[in-house]
């Protein structure tokens, strides 16, 4: 059974980071491509950044230079720092290991 499960979300002041953990089990995340998502109410999901599978990683322009996606294979855990959070940065994250879902970790920050 291939499971994704978020965590490190919670409530965090601007200007602060926060670690996002997304833990597979069932399914390496080494093979494939690997997403981080973000969703505000009422909106879509939208992608907030990609790992690669060969390595490389793009970013949506909204959060360039302040997230870094990270793998640990050993881990089995794909990571999103992010740094410098702003309150429009409030949302639901989740994480895609196509096509297998998490279910999400919120993300608040606070004026």
């Known amino acids: 059974q291939v499971q994704l499960v978020e965590s490190g979300g919670g409530l965090v002041q601007a200007g602060g980071s926060l670690r996002l953990s997304c833990a597979a089990s069932?399914?390496?995340?080494?093979?494939?491509?690997m997403r981080w998502y973000r969703q505000f109410p009422g909106k879509q999901r939208e992608l907030v950044a990609v790992?690669?599978?060969?390595?490389?990683?793009t970013y949506a322009d909204s959060v360039k230079g302040r997230f870094t996606i990270s793998r640990d294979n050993a881990k089995n855990t794909m990571y999103l720092q992010m740094n410098s959070l702003k309150p429009e940065d409030t949302a639901v994250y989740y994480c895609?290991?196509?096509?297998?879902w998490g279910h999400g970790t919120q993300v608040t920050v606070s004026s």
């Open positions: 790992s690669s599978s060969g390595g490389s990683t």
């Open positions: 069932g399914i390496a995340v080494s093979i494939r491509d």
């Open positions: 895609d290991h196509p096509p297998y």
